[in-house]
């Protein structure tokens, strides 16, 4: 049977023929479907046997003599995971190709070492909480991108008009494909399909030198929209909960509220001198105050979220973007808490979440039917349509070269699909096949888009460089 490291977790005592009981210890770990009565297993997943167990098992069972948890804990997977998303990066730089963003060569190093190629790792306890770590951290980073101070007025009214055709324009391809026996989820799918990039479409611009352009800044509103709005839909529509729609509107008011609550009262503690004055002591020692804190903010949420029934993605991207609001981007700059945590976040968790998610990618069923592998081109036109086609809409303050490519870098799109799609496998929303063929679809978005796009940024700065000389000025209106 294969196993779901996610949704198999053993939340609750579990009895045994003859009154036994086996009991998690210290922690909830993954538990494997028929490994619970295996004494090795056992021992292995950090479980301990009460007594009864042994004679309801059998004579072979043997109680643990109290023996701790970590001892019977594997490493080896962890380090070929961390292994790999060393040697991505390095492979991306010294290639004699085309740079590629790593996180693509992260995935398909996964997918080489899980059990789709070579079965070198599978996913432990280890690697399933680091993983973990890595997305709430990924989210987490992706709300501190949003810079609140720079978005506004028309750029932004037109982002949320573009997101709103893009929702519109997926929910007609998820019908689409849902009435070509495609997929079965086309809600789901829809959500999938609307999200973009935000930190690799960040990234490409911080590379190209575009971020603080006409052109970057309506790329990086529009992004900002789609980020926020699709971890938004997805924890409405799908959360772990399973409540109704009705439920699930309140419990999303309670903790947005509740978020607010806790921006006001950091808002609040910041204008304290005395506070200040520590704070800032603090961050030139080993204390490190400030990542620190950050570090309960984000937890905070997260477990704020689970509590409310919501995505914990939704707790970490508000997380980070309370951070960023409450110190509009001044504490961030000022005592380099941004790069200390980019530090963390891409240097540790996030790497060991894309390569793990390549480790449970089901990639071998991409290819058991004709049908899966249309769907990737498939898929990958529709990203193209449903987030391309809206860009059109900033027209009339860019040129066309420009509408071109925030069109092609809206439709890039990977962490979100790579994290939502566990979550629509483990909700069992989406067959694995779909789940493969959408991050297939995600990973061609990434390689091919971000490089069209940027030749066409070149070509139009080229163009508005000429205009200029002759007089002419553009991206008047904003």
């Not at 045994?16 to 909830?28: D, E, F, Y």
């Not at 027209?395 to 925030?406: N, T």
Request: proline fraction near 6%; include cysteine.
């Amino acid at each position: 049977m294969r196993p779901n490291s996610v949704s198999c977790s053993l939340r609750a005592k579990r009895p045994l023929p003859g009154g036994g009981l086996v009991v998690p210890s210290p922690a909830i770990l993954p538990c494997y479907a028929g490994w619970c009565e295996n004494p090795a297993a056992r021992r292995k997943l950090g479980f301990r046997l009460l007594p009864g167990a042994a004679r309801a098992a059998g004579p072979g069972a043997e109680p643990d003599q109290g023996r701790s948890p970590l001892t019977d804990l594997s490493f080896t997977g962890l380090l070929i995971v961390a292994a790999a998303a060393f040697l991505a990066p390095l492979l991306v730089d010294l290639a004699p190709i085309p740079a590629v963003p790593s996180i693509v060569v992260e995935l398909l190093a996964g997918i080489l070492l899980g059990p789709s190629v070579l079965g070198l790792v599978s996913i432990d306890e280890p690697i399933q909480v680091l993983s973990q770590v890595g997305l709430v951290f990924l989210f987490f980073l992706a709300g501190l991108e949003i810079a609140f101070d720079r978005i506004g007025g028309r750029p932004l009214r037109l982002a949320a008009y573009g997101f709103a055709v893009s929702m519109a324009l997926a929910l007609i391809v998820g019908g689409g494909l849902e009435a070509g026996n495609l997929v079965e989820a086309p809600l789901f799918v829809a959500i999938v399909l609307a999200a973009t990039a935000f930190g690799i479409v960040v990234a490409v611009l911080k590379d190209a030198g575009q971020t603080t352009s006409a052109t970057g800044q309506l790329i990086i509103v529009g992004a900002s929209v789609a980020d926020f709005a699709t971890v938004l839909l997805l924890s409405l529509f799908f959360s772990h909960q399973g409540s109704g729609l009705e439920s699930t509107v309140l419990l999303l008011a309670l903790f947005a509220l509740a978020v607010a609550a806790v921006g006001i009262a950091l808002s609040r503690a910041r204008l304290s001198p005395r506070l200040g004055e520590a704070v800032a002591r603090l961050e030139r020692t080993t204390a490190q105050i400030g990542v620190r804190g950050a570090f309960v903010l984000l937890v905070g949420f997260v477990a704020l979220a689970a509590e409310f029934g919501l995505e914990i993605v939704l707790g970490a991207f508000l997380a980070g973007a309370i951070l960023r609001l409450v110190g509009q981007g001044e504490l961030l700059r000022t005592s380099r808490l941004g790069e200390r945590l980019e530090a963390v976040g891409f240097g540790v968790f996030i790497p060991i979440f894309f390569v793990a998610s390549g480790v449970q990618l089901d990639f071998s069923s991409l290819f058991e039917s004709v049908e899966t592998i249309v769907l990737v081109p498939a898929l990958l036109l529709a990203l193209l349509v449903v987030r391309g086609v809206p860009a059109s809409f900033y027209r009339p303050l860019v040129g066309r070269r420009a509408v071109l490519s925030i069109g092609l870098l809206q439709a890039t799109s990977l962490p979100f699909i790579v994290a939502a799609t566990q979550i629509g496998v483990e909700l069992d929303k989406i067959e694995p096949a779909t789940a493969a063929a959408l991050v297939a679809a995600g990973l061609l978005s990434v390689l091919l888009f971000p490089i069209v796009a940027l030749r066409l940024l070149g070509a139009d700065d080229a163009e508005r460089a000429g205009l200029q000389e002759a007089g002419v000025a553009e991206g008047e209106g904003l």
